[in-house]
């Protein structure tokens, strides 16, 4: 889409919400609303008693490794990537075996479009710890907005087969073959259904994807069972990813702007549906990725 195509969306999309606007909200969709999740304040505390002990403490480098790598862990859970990266470079020059670094790593070039790179830290990873199924998904990420969607189905299905049932672990199979064969992809969706926890709230997003639960439905189980305020919070953050992605592929470009736009809104930035949001709407827009590789110098 060219940038004036997407300003024309935009504005088209803008109207229309000015129109719904006029209309007096029901309850549920004032709860619909994403509200961002404040940063806990022991993420603040770990963050700090993490800088004290780097800066003040006598450790061994195994243990400044493991230091930094939970402080770039902390840092990515409340959306500070740059410092994130960086903490996890010092980790590893510190202690090159650390499998899960590598894996945290892999993500942040994913979304740097620095893909080449990606692939290296994922199979570093498993090189590592061949155990550690995230890494294949996290790879198959990297293939698939890389466009290299044969190797995207492999480790979509490695990934899928380690748990069939995990509903997320169904819809990303699905998303993945869909690009290639989005028929064969459905029936196969339709067949993996059957062997998910119906009282599952997740599983209804892959009842929606199957066909047998409305979009309104789907947004009103939200509001069911909910136990806190993060878990409305997670739970619009996936939901409004996979709306976005169902009408992204129909075409509907401005639905899904909206609902990228929703899941960022959330602010919980440690789930894969909030990383690749915005690099969803990018494609939307046509834009080109950052390939932030000073970044990781």
């Known amino acids: 889409m060219s940038k004036t195509r997407y300003k024309l969306a935009l504005l088209a999309g803008l109207m229309i919400l000015a129109g ?20 806990p304040y022991r993420n603040e505390l770990a963050i700090a008693r993490l800088s004290e002990i780097l800066q003040r403490a006598e450790l061994t480098e195994a243990q ?30 510190l202690k090159p075996d650390m499998p899960e670094v590598y894996n945290l790593l892999g993500i942040h070039y994913t979304l740097s479009g620095n893909f080449s790179e990606a692939y290296e830290a994922f199979d570093s990873t498993l090189e590592l710890a061949p155990d550690y199924d995230f890494a294949y998904l996290n790879r198959a990420i990297a293939f698939y907005y890389a466009g290299r969607f044969d190797l995207a ?4 299905d490695t990934f899928y087969q380690v748990k069939p049932s995990d509903p997320y672990r169904v819809l990303w199979r699905y998303i993945g073959f869909a690009e290639r064969d989005a028929k064969q992809a459905q029936a196969v969706l339709q067949q ?13 997003l892959v009842r929606f994807y199957a066909g047998e639960l409305s979009e309104k439905a789907l947004l009103e189980s939200i509001l069911v069972g909910l136990n806190n305020p993060r878990q409305l919070a997670e739970r619009l953050c996936e939901a409004y990813f996979y709306l976005a992605k169902w009408h992204q592929a129909r075409g509907d470009a401005n639905q899904a702007l909206i609902y990228y736009h929703k899941t960022l809104a959330t602010n919980v930035y440690e789930f894969v549906e909030h990383r690749y949001a915005r690099m969803e709407m990018a494609k939307l827009r046509g834009d080109e990725l950052s390939n932030e590789q000073h970044d990781f110098e």
């Open 64 to 93: 400044s490794a493991q230091l930094f790598y939970d402080r770039g862990v902390m840092y990515d859970s409340v959306g500070l990537r740059s410092l994130a990266r960086l903490d996890f470079m010092r980790a590893l020059r």
């Open 153 to 156: 189905e492999a480790d979509f």
């Open 192 to 204: 993996h259904l059957l062997a998910l926890d119906a009282d599952d709230w997740a599983t209804n």
């Open 20 to 39: 719904c606007a006029q209309q007096p909200a029901t309850k549920a969709e004032a709860w619909l609303t994403p509200e961002p999740l404040q940063v």
